[in-house]
């Protein structure tokens, strides 16, 4: 039987999250402050949106949001951050590969870390669930974005360092941002523009932007 935490990232956001298992981390605020700091969207979907709070934090500021899981053991998290939070997400148990929905302005993304048969994979199931590919690896996450964004829309991806070269084709990357010595945040775009590539410590006055911008 999991044993739920509530964490309270947030004014007015409730989030429950297995105390035993995946948890969010600063990733989270990272990404939801870049995906944040741009165009102006009004509707968005999450892929692999574990606990939600990505979804919540863009769903905070009055964003259509959309996310979407493999893992069904999520849904009973999301029953219960949605009856204890004032900001409502649409939250669907389904894999990327098979995902459908109308055209969006905005798609996030922090997919699973390491890459499928790259080494031990967590014996506990909400570990290996969110830090191992398994269904469907991270070109699958950037193809289903790619089929999900309006020709105008942007993709925003968390990765690893290591990974960072992954992303691409069918989107262009647009703007990487290199958090400390292992994340990269990239925006990817439709159509091809000139990349720009910028390095931030993991503290100072830029990370502390982006939890502004993902929790104001």
């Known amino acids: 039987m ?6 309270t990232p947030a004014s007015g956001l409730v989030i429950t999250q297995p105390k035993q298992g995946f948890r969010y981390a ?21 892929l692999g949106t574990g ?9 905070r500021t009055g964003m259509d949001v959309v996310g ?8 009973e ?22 995902l459908h929905a109308p055209p969006v302005d905005l798609v996030v993304c922090n997919p699973p870390y390491f890459m499928g048969h790259s080494g031990p994979v967590s014996p506990n199931p909400w570990k290996a669930a969110a830090r191992t590919e398994s269904t469907a690896t991270l070109g699958d996450f950037v193809e289903a974005a790619s089929r999900l964004l309006k020709p105008t829309g942007r993709a925003v991806f968390v990765v690893p360092r290591a990974r960072e070269a992954e992303l691409g084709s069918p989107l262009h990357p647009w703007r990487i941002h290199r958090i400390g010595s292992q994340r990269s945040i990239v925006e990817l775009s439709p159509v091809p523009k000139t990349c720009e590539t910028t390095t931030h410590p993991d503290r100072g006055d830029y990370v502390e932007r982006l939890y502004r911008l993902a929790s104001a």
């Not at 979407?68 to 849904?75: G, K, L, M, T």
Request: glycine letters at 6%; a negative charge.
């Open 26 to 46: 600063a990733d989270a605020f990272w990404l939801a402050g870049v995906a944040l700091d741009g165009p102006t969207a009004k509707t968005a979907i999450d």
């Open 77 to 98: 998290a999301w029953r219960r951050s949605l009856a204890e939070s004032e900001s409502t997400v649409d939250f669907r148990v389904g894999d990327v590969l098979d």
């Open 2 to 7: 999991t044993e739920w935490t509530r964490d």
């Open 68 to 75: 979407v899981d493999a893992n069904a053991r999520w849904a």
């Open 51 to 59: 606990s939600g709070i990505v979804a919540f934090l863009l769903a």
